[in-house]
C-alpha cells in the first residue's frame, strides 16, 4: 500500500470532493522548546509525510488552546497564526497591526478569564472557514508562529520570557497583602527555601480577597514545595510594595499549586478539488 492510498483512507470521497484531516498540535513541555511563550518561529516535524496531489482548498475546523493568556486587550482579542507551507496570501489595512497580521490567520481569542487556565478552552465554535488553496505538492512539517495582533506572545504572560503558567489556589480570602494590576512584574519569590531569583508576571487583576493567584514565571519554580499549607509566608518581590500572601500554620489549610505547559491544536480539512 502506498503513502498517497494510506491518506485517502483517513478521510472520505463524495461526488464533489475527497478531504483528509491535518492536526497541528504544539505542546511547549514536549522538547523544552519556548516557541509558545516567546512568540518565536515554531517547526513540527510530521508523523507521515502529507502528499497533496490535486488542487487543494484548506479550511480550518478546530482551534484549541491550554494556558493562552487571556483577551483582556485589543491586542489579546485574537490570535494571530502563521503557517509558512499554507500560502494564505491575506491582504490587510491595518491601522495599527498591518505587519503582524499581513498573511496571517485571525482567530478570535475567547479566552476570557484566568478561571479557565490549566483547561481546554475552544475559540472558534463555527466550523469550516477557509484558509487558502494549496497546489499539488508533499509537506514534511510545519512551521510558522502564533502571536497576539501586536506580535507579542499569548502565552506565559505578554513578555518573551514567559515559559510557565501557575496557579496558587486555595488563599484564605483577605490573605494577599494588597491589590495585584494584570501584567504587574516580580523579580524574586521568597519562601522557607529561601529566594529565587526570576522575572514573573501576573497573569490578571488579583483584588486582597482573591482566592487563586495566576503568574507566569521564566523559569520553574525550584522552591514549589512551600507552597503548601502553613509553611511561611509567600513573598512576590515587585517594583512596587512586595505582594504577601499570608500563610501561617492555621491559613490556607487547602493551598495547591498548579502548573501546566502552554499548548494549542488546530484541526484542518484538506478538500481536493474534482
Same mark, same amino acid.
Given at each position: 500500500?502506498?503513502?498517497?492510498?494510506?491518506?485517502?483512507?483517513?478521510?472520505?470521497?463524495?461526488?464533489?470532493?475527497?478531504k483528509?484531516?491535518?492536526?497541528?498540535?504544539?505542546?511547549?513541555?514536549?522538547?523544552?522548546?519556548?516557541?509558545?511563550?516567546?512568540?518565536t518561529?515554531?517547526?513540527i516535524?510530521?508523523?507521515?509525510?502529507?502528499?497533496?496531489?490535486?488542487?487543494?482548498?484548506?479550511?480550518?475546523?478546530?482551534f484549541?488552546?491550554?494556558?493562552?493568556?487571556?483577551?483582556?486587550?485589543?491586542?489579546?482579542?485574537?490570535?494571530?497564526?502563521?503557517?509558512?507551507?499554507?500560502?494564505?496570501?491575506?491582504?490587510?489595512?491595518?491601522?495599527?497591526?498591518?505587519?503582524?497580521?499581513?498573511?496571517?490567520?485571525?482567530?478570535?481569542?475567547?479566552?476570557?478569564?484566568?478561571?479557565?487556565?490549566?483547561?481546554?478552552?475552544?475559540?472558534?465554535?463555527?466550523?469550516f472557514?477557509?484558509?487558502?488553496?494549496?497546489?499539488?505538492?508533499? #509537506?514534511y /512539517?510545519? !512551521? +510558522?508562529?502564533? =502571536?497576539?495582533?501586536?506580535?507579542?506572545?499569548?502565552? %506565559?504572560?505578554?513578555?518573551? $520570557?514567559?515559559?510557565?503558567?501557575?496557579?496558587?489556589?486555595?488563599?484564605?480570602?483577605?490573605?494577599?497583602?494588597?491589590?495585584?494590576?494584570?501584567?504587574?512584574?516580580?523579580?524574586? #519569590?521568597? /519562601?522557607? !527555601? +529561601?529566594?529565587? =531569583?526570576?522575572?514573573?508576571?501576573?497573569?490578571?487583576? %488579583?483584588?486582597?480577597?482573591? $482566592?487563586?493567584?495566576?503568574?507566569?514565571?521564566?523559569?520553574?519554580?525550584?522552591?514549589?514545595?512551600?507552597?503548601?499549607?502553613?509553611?511561611?509566608?509567600?513573598?512576590?518581590?515587585?517594583?512596587?510594595?512586595?505582594l504577601?500572601?499570608?500563610?501561617?500554620?492555621?491559613?490556607?489549610?487547602?493551598? %495547591?499549586?498548579?502548573?501546566?505547559?502552554?499548548?494549542?491544536?488546530?484541526?484542518?480539512?484538506?478538500?481536493?478539488?474534482?
Open positions: 500500500m502506498s503513502g498517497h492510498d494510506i491518506f485517502q483512507t483517513s478521510g472520505y470521497k463524495n461526488t464533489r470532493n475527497r483528509r484531516t491535518l492536526i497541528l498540535d504544539v505542546d511547549d513541555s514536549a522538547s523544552g522548546d519556548t516557541h509558545l511563550g516567546s512568540g518561529e515554531f517547526k516535524n510530521l508523523f507521515e509525510p502529507l502528499i497533496i496531489d490535486k488542487h487543494s482548498e484548506i479550511y480550518l475546523d478546530n484549541l488552546t491550554f494556558n493562552s493568556n487571556i483577551g483582556q486587550s485589543t491586542q489579546t482579542s485574537a490570535f494571530s497564526l502563521k503557517i509558512n507551507e499554507f500560502n494564505m496570501n491575506s491582504n490587510v489595512a491595518s491601522s495599527s497591526s498591518n505587519n503582524t497580521i499581513f498573511n496571517s490567520l485571525i482567530i478570535p481569542n475567547e479566552h476570557k478569564s484566568v478561571t479557565n487556565n490549566h483547561g481546554a478552552l475552544t475559540h472558534k465554535g463555527k466550523k472557514n477557509y484558509v487558502c488553496d494549496i497546489n499539488p505538492q508533499t #509537506i /512539517s510545519l !512551521s +510558522g508562529k502564533i =502571536t497576539d495582533l501586536s506580535g507579542s506572545p499569548i502565552f %506565559h504572560g505578554g513578555d518573551t $520570557t514567559g515559559l510557565f503558567t501557575y496557579a496558587l489556589t486555595g488563599i484564605d480570602s483577605g490573605n494577599l497583602s494588597r491589590l495585584i494590576t494584570s501584567g504587574e512584574a516580580f523579580t524574586q #519569590i521568597t /519562601s522557607t !527555601s +529561601g529566594t529565587q =531569583t526570576l522575572d514573573g508576571n501576573f497573569l490578571a487583576t %488579583h483584588f486582597k480577597s482573591s $482566592t487563586t493567584l495566576h503568574f507566569s514565571t521564566s523559569a520553574e519554580l525550584t522552591n514549589a514545595v512551600d507552597f503548601v499549607t502553613g509553611t511561611t509566608d509567600l513573598t512576590f518581590n515587585t517594583v512596587a510594595a512586595d504577601v500572601v499570608s500563610n501561617a500554620s492555621t491559613e490556607n489549610l487547602n493551598l %495547591h499549586l498548579v502548573q501546566n505547559p502552554g499548548r494549542f491544536i488546530a484541526e484542518f480539512s484538506i478538500i481536493a478539488r474534482e
